[in-house]
């Protein structure tokens, strides 16, 4: 999905009144990202229901309610707001979620909560803290989003190699891997090598384009990009 305006903070300032595109971006951006903050409930002890609930009661007031009117603009990356929104919507609003039937909310976004358990189970158990928990889901989710993007230029007819060619995106290939892939493609090793070179080249160039749409100001792309992988050291 494109929008003409990809930044967060110019989607928030348009208003649902006066960008006709802006709910739509925003509902976009809600429904990459909505993971993060349901593992991060569940880190937090939450159970499995409650996350739930508090994850929709909260996209309901995002969506539905004007909440979006308190940002500013220290609040600069996407991922911030979301936490510290939640983080107060979980503090104030607890009470009277809990006051409503469960489903009741006006907006209801189709996420997919059953997948999610399974997903945020599977995952290893370890130290992270609760914030620590969703940079990783951030992190994985925009990481997520390149590759979507990645798979999709490739086209029909391109899925095989682009499932091939990706595994050297983290630097991991070894010589005999090229040649595996190689032969596997009817390629040279040394058209596999420029292959993969340029797709990691293309890889950077829509990593930074898909950081920049969660951010107010550009210039921060590059101290996001190396939180972004910093996430997965913890």
């Not at 308190?70 to 979301?82: I, T, V, Y």
């Not at 005999?176 to 892939?181: A, E, N």
């Not at 292959?195 to 107010?216: D, I, K, N, P, W």
Request: hydrophobic letters at 35%.
């Amino acid at each position: 999905m494109s929008f003409e305006t990809t930044q967060w903070t110019l989607v928030v300032a348009a208003g649902d009144s006066q960008h006709p595109d802006s709910r739509a971006a925003l509902a976009d951006l809600c429904q990459s990202y909505w993971y993060p903050l349901y593992a991060y409930l569940r880190r937090r002890g939450y159970s499995q229901e409650d996350a739930e609930d508090l994850v929709q009661g909260f996209f309901t007031q995002l969506l539905d309610k004007g909440y979006l009117k308190a940002a500013d603009k220290e609040r600069g990356r996407f991922r911030s707001f979301l936490l510290t929104a939640l983080k107060n919507y979980a503090a104030n609003e607890w009470d009277r979620k809990k006051a409503q039937k469960r489903g009741g909310a006006t907006t209801t976004l189709s996420l997919d909560f059953e997948t999610a358990e399974g997903r945020y189970h599977i995952e290893p158990a370890d130290e992270r803290t609760p914030e620590q928990e969703f940079d990783r889901g951030w992190a994985t989710a925009q990481l997520e989003q390149v590759l979507d993007r990645l798979r999709t230029d490739a086209g029909q007819g391109g899925e095989e190699r682009f499932e091939l060619l990706q595994g050297f995106l983290t630097g991991e290939g070894e010589e005999i891997r090229y040649q595996d892939v190689a032969e596997r493609l009817g390629m040279t090793e040394g058209a596999v090598k420029v292959a993969v070179h340029r797709l990691r080249q293309r890889f950077g160039t829509v990593l930074r384009e898909e950081v920049s749409r969660t951010l107010s100001d550009p210039t921060d792309v590059d101290d996001e990009i190396r939180h972004l992988f910093a996430a997965f050291e913890t």
